[in-house]
């Protein structure tokens, strides 16, 4: 008679165990499957250093640019710069074309600017480096995202 209140008490036991799982694995889930927002985000990290390359450089400026779902950050003109680079498609190379022609020196003072983050929900990282503080200038002169 004990064997048999001892295994019907196992076995209730059992049975609500797996039913408390079965429901834990076929609940709805609906509120975690479900998106955070509606935009993929655009959040990135610009910086000027001073150096040939830009991984053993030393970072003099950095700022922050937040474009989704407003332009934000520590970028002091975060609108512009977010619409540059949404009208680029993320594409900081073709922001860096010569601005005003400026001249410049041949001086060897390598200046390297970056861009690491992500772009529409797309991991990002760019860098250039140039011969001196004049020709970044002179190449980034007409963008607002290198304008910090």
């Known amino acids: 008679m004990r064997y048999f209140r001892t295994l ?3 076995a209730f036991a059992t049975a609500t165990g797996l039913a408390l799982v ?5 609940g709805t889930g609906t509120a975690e499957a479900a998106p955070a927002s509606l935009y993929a985000p655009s959040a990135l990290v610009l910086t000027v250093g001073e150096g040939a390359h ?31 680079l949404a009208a680029a498609d993320g594409d900081f190379t073709s922001l860096t074309g010569l601005g ?11 200046v390297a600017i970056t861009g690491d983050g992500v772009w529409q929900g797309r991991r990002v990282t760019w860098s250039e480096t140039y011969g001196n503080p004049c020709e970044l200038r002179a190449r980034t002169a007409d963008a607002a995202v290198f304008a910090f």
């Open 100 to 110: 005003d022609g400026r001249p410049c020196t041949r001086e060897w003072n390598p």
């Open 54 to 84: 830009p991984a053993t450089g030393t970072v003099v400026r950095a700022v922050t640019l937040n474009c989704a779902p407003a332009p934000s950050g520590s970028h002091p003109a975060p609108k512009e710069a977010c619409a540059e």
């Open 22 to 26: 079965g429901t834990a694995f076929t």
């Open 8 to 10: 019907g008490a196992s």
